[in-house]
Each structure stands twice: as structure tokens, then as C-alpha cells.
């Protein structure tokens, strides 16, 4: 068992369904995750896979399919599967989202229809709020829905959209104009159905192609572009127009405890690539592993690796108990993000110019890294979260 990122007090029914993830990423996902990024290919029998494991359902309740886990053990299954290879973990963190939403936030009939299906991976989530003009800036959204009998009419172009062409059900963040006196209170989360694909997905809704990435291959990235699309309005989620900004931002919420554990995974495996390559490569006639100043890179890369850890595992655990956790959340996404992209560069040092080569393992966690620092808000608007935090904490 590794030393680095252990995570006590976990029941047995975790540590045999983590058992089960971690086993199946070193079987199915690491041996084949640089050859499929450097093709940007879907990972179509991986996902297969995970549908089999029961990922997709893992903290959807048993009532409707899933297994009714906890944030803490969706973390730490993320974990594992990033490890192996980040872009996976991609694949079911929107998914999650979805199925989050619509258990808290939506209707009976809402969670009757859609959570069963999403539980079995059948249909597939993704969630839109970005758009090309604007990215952390949630405020400044221009999509819009307008009301025409029993229906809305959607116009407006959305961005960032992980999972885009592969989903079948998309939450979209759209102005609906409800007359409040703050923006936050005039935006809707409507829940679309679409054909998976790309091109005209349904009447009036367009996926126009992938975004081609840095990194963060293989999930595909897309524009949604709505041209009059009609949408009943019973597929606003919740039921209730006005609600859509503060549905959004608990999903994030979590989605952020999500990417913190992409950021524990990758950093961890970035360490495990530098320990085992140092104790290899010999200069001056000894391992690297021997000189000092590798040894002392090792050793802030293996702190960090379990700073992040502990940190993202008390976040889930904040958030599984109840209380409020955008502080804790804020903090594991921010550290984490930071953490993984100091260990992964520091991985990189010591493989050397053999990092260079896109053969090695390491010169794909360099391109996937800095995806960490942005998604699901910047470092700064992390900062500017838990200093909000703070204040409210330690007001005199």
C-alpha cells in the first residue's frame, strides 16, 4: 500500500468500491491514456467500463439507480481515476454536477425521469455557464431565454462546454428577465435534451466541433450555440424561474472538491514518476536519487502531494456532513490546483530533458496541469472566496 494520499476512517463498503477504481485505472486507463491524448481520441471503452463499474451512479441514491455514496468517496474515486489519466475524471465531473443538481434542486417528476438514466451512464451530463465573452464573470451572461406560451425560446452562444458533443443532457444558465432588482435573481437553469454528436443536435441547438486544447485531450471541449431553440417550461430546474445562479453555484461548489481531487491525483502520480526516475537515472557515477537537491525536491513534492489530500478530504467531508463548505471547498480547489502544478513541474526538473519527448508520461501531465488552475473559477477567484469567507468569520 503507498504511503502518500491514505485517507483514514473509511468504511468497508469505500475501500472495496475504491479498491475496485483504483484497480480498474491501473488496468484499463494508465496503459492506454498517452496514446489516446496524443490522438484526442474519446475513450469510448474506458467509459464503457465505468458505466459497468457504477461510476456514473455513485452518489445517486439507490432509489433511483445508484449507489448512494458519499462526496467523500465520488472524491477519492476521482482521485484514482486522474491519477491515471485526468481527462477521464473530466468525462464524469459534469456528469456528477448534473446528477447533483437535479437532486438537490429538482422536481420529483425531474428526478424520476433523469436520475435513473444518468445513474446507468445511458444518458450523459454536462453543464454550460461560460460564454465567449465572459468566464468567471457569471454576471455578465447574455444567453436568454424568452417565455412564448407554454414554452421559452433560447438564443445566445455558450463556451467551455466539457462534454459537449458526447451529452445528452445539458444544465444551461440563461437570463430569463424576472424583473428583480439583481442580476444573480433573473437567470434559469434549463435542462436540455439533446442527440449526442455534433452539428444541428436538435432544432435550433448546434455543436459546432471540438475545441482544440493545450491538454485536457480525448473529453471533448465545445461551443453551444442556441438559434431559437423551444424548450417547455417544465424544463427549468427546480420548477421555478429566478433560482438559476444560486443552483449553479452549489453545484460548482462541489464540482470544485471534484477538481481538487483531479489536482490530488495527477500531482500524486507526477510524484511517483519522479521517485521511481530518480532512483534510475545515475550521474557522477550515483542514482540522482542520491544528491541532495533531489532529495529535497522529493521531499516538498511528497509534502504537497499530502497537504492537497487532506485538505480536498475535508472539504468532501464538510460538505457530506451538511454545513456549509465554499470556504473549505475554495481552499482544497485553490491549494490543490497550485500544488499540482508545482509537483508536476518539479517531476519535470528532475526527469530532465527526457521530459521533453511526448513519449513520456510526464510531458502529458505538463500540458494538463494548468487546466487545473482555471477550472471551476481561477486561483484568484478562490482567493476572492475564501478572503469573502473570512471576513465574515472574523468580523469585528
Known amino acids: 500500500m503507498r504511503r502518500l494520499a491514505r485517507t483514514e476512517g473509511l468504511t468497508e463498503q469505500q475501500r472495496e468500491i475504491l479498491a475496485a477504481v483504483r484497480d480498474f485505472a491501473e488496468r484499463e486507463i494508465l496503459p492506454v491514456a498517452t496514446e489516446l491524448e496524443h490522438a484526442d481520441e474519446y475513450p469510448e471503452k474506458i467509459v464503457a467500463g465505468m458505466r459497468e463499474l457504477g461510476v456514473f451512479g455513485l452518489m445517486i441514491p439507490e432509489e433511483y439507480g445508484g449507489l448512494g455514496e458519499s462526496l467523500l468517496t465520488y472524491a477519492l474515486a476521482v482521485e484514482e481515476i486522474a491519477r491515471a489519466w485526468m481527462s477521464v ?3 464524469i465531473n459534469t456528469h456528477f454536477i448534473v446528477s447533483y443538481l437535479l437532486l438537490k434542486h429538482g422536481t420529483e417528476e425531474q428526478k424520476a425521469n433523469y436520475l435513473p438514466r444518468l445513474a446507468e451512464g445511458s444518458l450523459r451530463g454536462a453543464f454550460s455557464m461560460s460564454e465567449p465573452h465572459c468566464g468567471s464573470d457569471v454576471s455578465a451572461i447574455k444567453t436568454r431565454a424568452v417565455r412564448d406560451g407554454d414554452d421559452y425560446v433560447i438564443t445566445g452562444q455558450k463556451y467551455w462546454l466539457t462534454n459537449g458533443g458526447t451529452s445528452s443532457l445539458v444544465a444551461v ?10 442580476v444573480y435573481r433573473n437567470m434559469s437553469t434549463f435542462l436540455v435534451e439533446k442527440t449526442p454528436g455534433f452539428g444541428e443536435v436538435a432544432p435550433g441547438l448546434l455543436i459546432p466541433g471540438k475545441i482544440d486544447k493545450m491538454g485536457y485531450k480525448g473529453v471533448d471541449t465545445t461551443e453551444l450555440v442556441f438559434d431559437g431553440f423551444r424548450i417547455g ?3 427549468v430546474l427546480g420548477g421555478a424561474n429566478g433560482r438559476g445562479f444560486h443552483q449553479m453555484m452549489d453545484g460548482v461548489e462541489v464540482g470544485r472538491v471534484n477538481v481538487a481531487a483531479r489536482a490530488c491525483g495527477m500531482a500524486l502520480r507526477a510524484f511517483e514518476l519522479a521517485i521511481d526516475y530518480a532512483q534510475q537515472r545515475e550521474t557522477f557515477g550515483k542514482q540522482i536519487a542520491q544528491h541532495q537537491a533531489v532529495q529535497f525536491r522529493l521531499a516538498e513534492m511528497a509534502t504537497k502531494v499530502e497537504a ?3 485538505m480536498m478530504t475535508m472539504a468532501a467531508r464538510r460538505k457530506d456532513s451538511g454545513e456549509r463548505n465554499d470556504l473549505e471547498a475554495g481552499m482544497a480547489k485553490y491549494l490543490a ?13 528532475i526527469h530532465g530533458g527526457y521530459a521533453y519527448s511526448k513519449e513520456t508520461e510526464i510531458e502529458r501531465l505538463y500540458r494538463e496541469a494548468p487546466m487545473l488552475l482555471i477550472g471551476e473559477g481561477t486561483a484568484d477567484v478562490q482567493k476572492m472566496i475564501i478572503g469573502r469567507r473570512l471576513l465574515e468569520d472574523y468580523r469585528r
Open 337 to 349: 490546483g497550485e500544488y499540482c502544478k508545482e509537483v508536476v513541474e518539479d517531476s519535470f526538473r
Open 89 to 91: 475524471s473530466g468525462i
Open 173 to 182: 444558465l440563461v437570463v430569463t428577465d424576472e424583473g428583480a432588482d439583481s
Open 233 to 235: 417550461a417544465d424544463q
Open 308 to 310: 492537497a489530500h487532506q
